[in-house]
T-cell receptor
Framework: KAGVTQTPRYLIKTRGQQVTLSCSPISGHRSVSWYQQTPGQGLQFLFEYFSETQRNKGNFPGRFSGRQFSNSRSEMNVSTLELGDSALYLC?????????????FGSGTQLSVL | SQELEQSPQSLIVQEGKNLTINCTSSKTLYGLYWYKQKYGEGLIFLMMLQKGGEEKSHEKITAKLDEKKQQSSLHITASQPSHAGIYLCGADEYTGANSKLTFGKGITLSVRP
């Protein structure tokens, strides 16, 4: 069974640009969560999607958005990039929920904003 | 919001030594998870603890949940270089009808051969 796949693995952007990251969950998993990891703040929850609906959202500005498709694949978008958005973005999938279940993480997308 | 404090922040041990790391929550723990991460990579699930007093083991790693203390400990016996990495604890945080997983900042473990 293939694991969680995140693309691209590395990304370099400049301030003001926008970026779209992709996550393909494990087959059969319907919940996809996104996290931002930085050395200073650690791992912070962005949002969770289940059956194409955003089920929960963390404390991030509206520049961060996401969506989930009918095949459970998910994308997250960051508009008007800021230097502070440089981080490792991780997605995780699970069968039904982001809590009370084991999460399977992708290898992440390392975003650098110059 | 729930905060998870992990201690120590980092740890260097000699191969073969035992070690214990801790995770303390600011709120009641409903579900506590331990994950391991290699630098710049994704997290790998180690264990999930859901009941006070629960203890689980996998290979040489044992985790315990002390519900009263709102704390979990992870113990590694006879550490090996393969145990090196970042250990993160996570906890279920319920906010109304929704829930999310909150993580501590992690403990970096180095094992000297």
């Amino acid at each position: 069974k293939a694991g969680v796949t995140q693309t691209p693995r590395y990304l370099i952007k400049t301030r003001g640009q926008q970026v779209t990251l992709s996550c393909s969950p494990i087959s059969g998993h319907r919940s996809v969560s996104w996290y931002q990891q930085t050395p200073g703040q650690g791992l912070q929850f962005l949002f969770e999607y289940f059956s194409e609906t955003q089920r929960n959202k963390g404390n991030f500005p509206g520049r961060f958005s996401g969506r989930q498709f009918s095949n459970s694949r998910s994308e997250m978008n960051v508009s008007t990039l800021e230097l502070g958005d440089s981080a490792l973005y991780l997605c995780a999938s699970s069968l039904f929920t982001a809590t009370n279940e084991k999460l399977f993480f992708g290898s992440g997308t390392q975003l650098s904003v110059l | 919001s729930q905060e998870l404090e992990q201690s120590p922040q980092s740890l260097i041990v000699q191969e073969g030594k035992n070690l214990t790391i801790n995770c303390t929550s600011s709120k009641t723990l409903y579900g506590l998870y331990w994950y391991k991460q290699k630098y710049g990579e994704g997290l790998i699930f180690l264990m999930m603890l859901q009941k006070g007093g629960e203890e689980k083991s996998h290979e040489k790693i044992t985790a315990k949940l002390d519900e009263k203390k709102q704390q979990s400990s992870l113990h590694i016996t006879a550490s090996q270089p393969s145990h090196a990495g970042i250990y993160l604890c996570g906890a279920d945080e319920y906010t109304g009808a929704n829930s999310k997983l909150t993580f501590g900042k992690g403990i970096t473990l180095s094992v000297r051969p």
